[in-house]
């Protein structure tokens, strides 16, 4: 059995990839507009599995009152209810083809829930049978979206990027000389001005590689170098 870490809810997936099922799609070459089907259990009712007919809404979607962990879904309209979430496909119409995992819901809101992309789950099964657990980037840093408010409250000189309220003491942003009260402006060149954007440059670049970051701190501009780390296990007191 694979070891898997309390917060990374994606490692379960790979119970799934076991399932027999018509083949699995690319996610990558999703269209908005094109034809989806959820499969299920809605509810739990009596008399076997259920399907509902809906779109691609969109694809890349964040849940707004998530963690940065849950970023990149596909959202669809069609119908997901207790029963087919967190496991039960959503399948292409044009080929059968599994293209998500059914997950979440808006419940407040018409026609929005959100699948995990076939691609993301794919990746995250091969860790696992290739490491035992996901293994994540991590460079020890908590940080907010700076907005007016923030920009304002600290008296920043920029109005965007990330504030590091946090940083890990034995973490590679700390030793590479970030503080609290840093504004992360850009990775390696790219522009980076929510958290997602940092999250998105660490797991592009992996384990080990090395990062540029360009910091505002105060009237200076800095530039200083990491080491990306694997995220450390989460320790749960008992």
């Known amino acids: 059995m694979a070891q898997t870490r309390p917060r990374t809810w994606q490692s379960y997936l790979c119970l799934l990839w076991a399932c027999p099922l018509p083949g699995w799609g690319d996610s990558e070459k999703l269209k908005i507009g094109q034809f989806a089907i959820a499969i299920g259990n809605a509810l739990g009712l009596p008399g076997g599995h259920t399907v509902s007919l809906g779109v691609i809404s969109a694809v890349n979607r964040p849940m707004p009152w998530a963690t940065h962990i849950a970023e990149g879904l596909i959202q669809t309209d069609a119908a997901i209810n207790p029963g087919n ?25 018409q026609g929005m829930g959100f699948s995990i992309p076939v691609n993301t789950a794919r990746n995250v099964v091969e860790q696992i049978l290739l490491h035992g657990r996901v293994i994540r980037p991590w460079i020890g840093i908590s940080g907010v979206d700076i907005n007016d408010g923030i920009a304002r409250r600290y008296r920043l000189q920029v109005d965007r990027g990330v504030f590091v309220v946090e940083t ?9 000389g970030v503080r609290p009260g840093d504004v992360i402006v850009s990775m390696d060149g790219e522009q980076v001005s929510t958290m997602r954007d940092v999250v998105r440059v660490l797991n592009s670049r992996g384990i080990n590689a090395i990062v ?27």
């Open 85 to 109: 979430s967190g496991g039960p496909p959503l399948v292409n119409t044009s080929g059968g083809e599994v293209i998500g995992i059914n997950t979440a819901i808006i419940p407040f809101a």
């Open 168 to 176: 890990s003491q034995d973490g590679p942003a700390y030793r590479s």
């Open 212 to 238: 540029t970051l360009d910091l505002i701190r105060g009237y200076r501009q800095l530039r200083l170098s990491l080491r990306i780390a694997e995220m450390p296990e989460l320790r749960v007191e008992r």
